[in-house]
């Protein structure tokens, strides 16, 4: 038996997929097949309910999922207690983050954190805010770093940083001449926004309830799944949006767009996140003293 195979299972299980769960693996369909029947064949038992319209364990495929679980977790901690013999930290280190701070904030903080530790190797992984505790929830990632704080008791978050949520529009845009441009006013212009999913998209209903309005108020367009697809959009025409200040800033001074300045902007937050039971592995400790420094 090898950890290859329980972490095949462990997703198939909670994926609920063969396909999602060989994307995750990065590996192909029929490729994590094989790792199932393999285990399947070393137990010398269904581990898994053929017979369902949906995957899902037998009882015996519960009690290996269950100690899958705790045999890959009790397996990391052992490589990080033989870490300490070491003379520096070495290993890897896969960060998750939401678009935003993928782009603008991680990628810093990884080079500092390289140049202290440069036997880690580290990945970064950038999907939306749900996606991306998703994955950490399915131990695909070590740590995310959202725009979304988590509820879960799994979980353990701590604020690292801040954003804000601006208005912007095409630079021509008559919004820009406006002394005090009000959300009744906004509403009558289209507009660009977010995905599900997206912690921009979140924070901008937030936004908006807090002023007693919603989403439904707005002449939506179309929704798009990137902020710099957004930006390129307002920049292009299709509508005006609410986009952070960090991915807003560089297209303002290159004349792409304008953020209307005069509308208050949102304040927004964005938070480390880890298994709660891996807050203490020594390289996610380093690397999250590093962020909160």
């Known amino acids: 038996m090898n950890l290859t195979k329980l972490k095949a299972f462990?997703?198939?299980?909670?994926?609920?997929?063969?396909?999602?769960?060989?994307?995750?693996?990065?590996?192909?369909?029929?490729?994590?097949?094989?790792?199932?029947?393999?285990?399947?064949?070393?137990?010398?038992?269904?581990?898994?309910?053929?017979?369902?319209?949906?995957?899902?364990?037998?009882?015996?495929?519960?009690?290996?999922?269950?100690?899958?679980?705790?045999?890959?977790?009790?397996?990391?901690?052992?490589?990080?207690?033989?870490?300490?013999f070491e003379d520096t930290l070495t290993g890897t280190l896969t960060?998750?983050?939401?678009?935003?701070?993928?782009?603008?904030?991680?990628?810093?903080?990884?080079?500092?954190?390289?140049?202290?530790?440069?036997?880690?190797?580290?990945?970064?992984?950038?999907?939306?805010?749900?996606?991306?505790?998703?994955?950490?929830?399915?131990?695909?990632?070590d740590v995310s770093i959202t725009g979304l704080p988590s509820e879960s008791k799994e979980l353990s978050y701590k604020q690292v940083s801040s954003d804000a949520l601006v208005l912007i529009a095409p630079y021509h845009h008559p919004l820009g001449l406006s002394n005090?441009?009000?959300?009744?006013?906004?509403?009558?212009?289209?507009?660009?926004?977010?995905?599900?999913?997206?912690?921009?998209?979140?924070?901008?209903?937030?936004?908006?309830?807090?002023?007693?309005?919603?989403?439904?108020?707005?002449?939506?367009?179309?929704?798009?799944?990137?902020?710099?697809?957004v930006i390129a959009a307002v920049e292009a025409g299709l509508g005006i949006s609410f986009v952070s200040k960090l991915a807003a800033l560089p297209a303002a001074k290159a004349k792409r767009i304008q953020i209307i300045e005069k509308f208050e902007p949102f304040q927004r937050n964005f938070y480390f996140t880890t298994l709660s039971d891996a807050k203490d592995r020594p390289i996610i400790k380093e690397f999250s003293e590093l962020i909160g420094s």
């Open 180 to 229: 005090e441009p009000t959300f009744e006013q906004i509403k009558q212009f289209d507009f660009v926004i977010r995905e599900e999913g997206s912690g921009t998209r979140k924070v901008m209903e937030d936004y908006l309830s807090i002023h007693s309005h919603s989403l439904a108020d707005l002449k939506s367009v179309v929704p798009i799944g990137s902020t710099e697809a």
């Open 10 to 84: 462990i997703l198939v299980i909670e994926k609920k997929s063969f396909s999602e769960a060989a994307i995750a693996l990065k590996s192909s369909q029929p490729a994590t097949s094989l790792k199932i029947k393999s285990l399947e064949e070393e137990m010398g038992l269904d581990l898994l309910d053929r017979g369902s319209s949906v995957i899902q364990p037998t009882a015996a495929g519960m009690i290996v999922y269950q100690a899958s679980k705790e045999m890959v977790r009790r397996w990391r901690k052992l490589e990080d207690d033989l870490r300490v």
């Open 95 to 141: 960060i998750g983050a939401s678009t935003i701070p993928g782009t603008y904030l991680v990628p810093s903080w990884v080079k500092k954190f390289r140049s202290l530790y440069p036997n880690v190797a580290v990945t970064i992984e950038i999907s939306d805010s749900k996606e991306t505790l998703s994955k950490l929830h399915n131990q695909l990632v």
